[in-house]
């Protein structure tokens, strides 16, 4: 079994209340979509952030810093949702180990589900991707031993 963001297998749960449903992605998992292999997480509906909501964004750090209380996540009102992306990504996290997932497929440029760094998975094609901070849920996966792959968009 694996996880993916929700927003790449076309669910609506974006700040914007859209999707970022990659194609190319949900192709390459039919046959574990059919077997019901996959496990779609949204950690910041889990976080209880509705959708949509206000464009949030990590202050003065990435998702490490924020995990370790050095950093924030703000909104684009200047309301502090920190406390609701760590408890996303916990509760994320939770489900994972439940179900004995090692290997995570997650949406770019997210300051939840970001990979800064490293290979950025897009249009079936590997480019580096050195612009991007790794995001709060991104983080608390590394660290937890899990393997984590960052997938663009709009594949």
């Not at 297998?9 to 859209?18: F, S, T």
Request: charged share 20%; glycine share 12%; proline share 3%.
């Amino acid at each position: 079994m694996i996880a993916v963001s929700a927003c790449l297998l076309g669910c609506n749960c974006r700040y914007d209340g859209k999707n970022k449903k990659n194609y190319l992605l949900v192709k390459s998992l039919e046959s574990e979509l059919k077997l019901n292999k996959i496990l779609p997480v949204c950690p910041e509906q889990l976080g209880c952030l509705g959708t949509p909501r206000a464009k949030s964004d990590i202050i003065n750090g990435n998702g490490f810093d924020v995990l370790d209380g050095r950093a924030k996540v703000i909104n684009i009102c200047g309301v502090d949702n920190t406390s609701a992306f760590i408890n996303g990504a916990f509760s994320a996290l939770r489900q994972i180990k439940e179900q004995n997932i090692w290997l995570c497929f997650l949406k770019a440029k997210s300051p939840s589900c970001g990979v800064g760094g490293g290979v950025h998975i897009f249009m079936g094609r590997s480019h580096d991707n050195f612009g991007g901070i790794t995001g709060v849920f991104a983080a608390l996966l590394i660290k937890n031993g899990i393997d984590v792959k960052e997938v663009g968009s709009h594949a």
